[in-house]
């Protein structure tokens, strides 16, 4: 049971592969998170198949949301308010969820929140850091987006830099793909970047960091390109030299246009979020700009780097207390793209 003062939220995350049901307490406390993950079933593919992905949403749902009731130690009568991810993503997997939550907050009279996905993810550092509070820039990077935004508060946000082509983790899906390594396509770069060196250059011309909008379709495109080049040579494909030199122009883009933006905002707190913020290169390249320009850079804890109902929650919250994202259980729709 709860003090009359707190307020619990359940999050449903359902947005690409893994169904997720989350109880988090004040915006910041985690009663629960449960994860059901397709990884082993979309391994078989190279990649997640949308219509597969939607038939275990809906086979798995009803146990998670159990389980997450559970270890919470709480009935839906406790919870003040029902939050869901209703985009961006895929559409078949966000109608599972939305459509679940919808029924819950139709049967029970409880409040609907809609929650923007980047606005989870950006939420998940709330669960890690108690006493983070905006203002902060913040440095969106996933399979979907890579992004500068500035936030104002909990609620508002002023994009300040975005992709012009592809995202970040799609590149390195694409790259993995290439190099024959398995799905996801993030943790396995990472793997062979760590047995190699960084000295294949892809990109030869200098980098602009003082642009904060981003570009994958090059440096990806001239990845494919080296790797097609030596198969038609006949030349030996050394898989973790090509790991480590994409990582790290991949990387070193994002890293160094995050921390000039925080300097031409003023900014002093960085925070990172999605998928690809559990990157250790990232995470290095980072660091060790930030103590060079006096910044502080938070990661979300790496269970809540990827995709997890707790940062929908918590995100949730902030809606629910600043009167934001209020859904009509009848009306509320899924969509497979948001703009940031």
Do not use: W
Not at 42 to 71: C, D, Q
């Amino acid at each position: 049971m709860k003090n009359k003062k707190d307020i619990l939220i359940l999050g449903i995350e359902s947005s690409c592969d893994d169904t997720s049901i989350s109880v988090v307490k004040n915006g910041r406390e985690i009663l629960s998170n449960v994860i059901s993950s397709q990884i082993d079933i979309h391994t078989l593919y190279g990649g997640v198949v949308p219509e597969i992905a939607s038939r275990n949403h809906l086979k798995n749902i009803g146990a998670v949301y159990n389980e997450a009731l559970k270890k919470a130690g709480v009935t839906l009568d406790d919870i003040d308010a029902i939050a869901v991810t209703y985009g961006a993503g895929l559409l078949g997997s966000l109608i599972v969820g939305v459509n679940f939550a919808k029924g819950l907050a139709y049967a029970s009279g409880k409040p609907l929140i809609a929650v923007n996905h980047i606005e989870g993810h950006i939420a998940g550092n709330y669960l890690t850091y108690k006493d983070l509070e905006p203002p902060f820039m913040c440095l969106i990077v996933s399979g979907g987006h890579t992004a500068l935004c500035e936030m104002k508060n909990y609620t508002t946000r002023k994009l300040v830099g975005t992709t012009s082509d592809d995202a970040i983790g799609e590149a390195f899906d694409k790259v993995a793909r290439e190099c024959g390594l398995s799905y996801p396509g993030g943790p396995s770069v990472q793997k062979e970047a760590q047995k190699g060196q960084t000295n294949i250059k892809f990109i030869t011309k200098p980098q602009n960091y003082k642009d904060f909008n981003f570009s994958y379709s090059g440096l990806k495109t001239a990845v494919v390109n080296y790797i097609h080049n030596k198969k038609q040579k006949g030349e030996e494909i050394n898989v973790p030299d090509i790991c480590a030199s994409f990582e790290k122009e991949a990387t070193d883009q994002v890293a160094h246009k995050a921390i000039n933006a925080c300097l031409a905002k003023k900014q002093k707190k960085l925070v990172i979020s999605g998928g690809v913020s559990a990157n250790l290169a990232l995470r290095k390249t980072l660091d060790n700009l930030a103590k060079e320009n006096g910044i502080n850079v938070y990661y979300p804890e790496l269970i809540l780097c990827t995709d997890n109902a707790a940062m929908i929650a918590s995100a949730g919250y902030y809606n629910y207390i600043n009167k934001k994202g209020i859904a009509n259980p009848k009306n509320l729709a899924p969509t497979s793209t948001i703009a940031l």
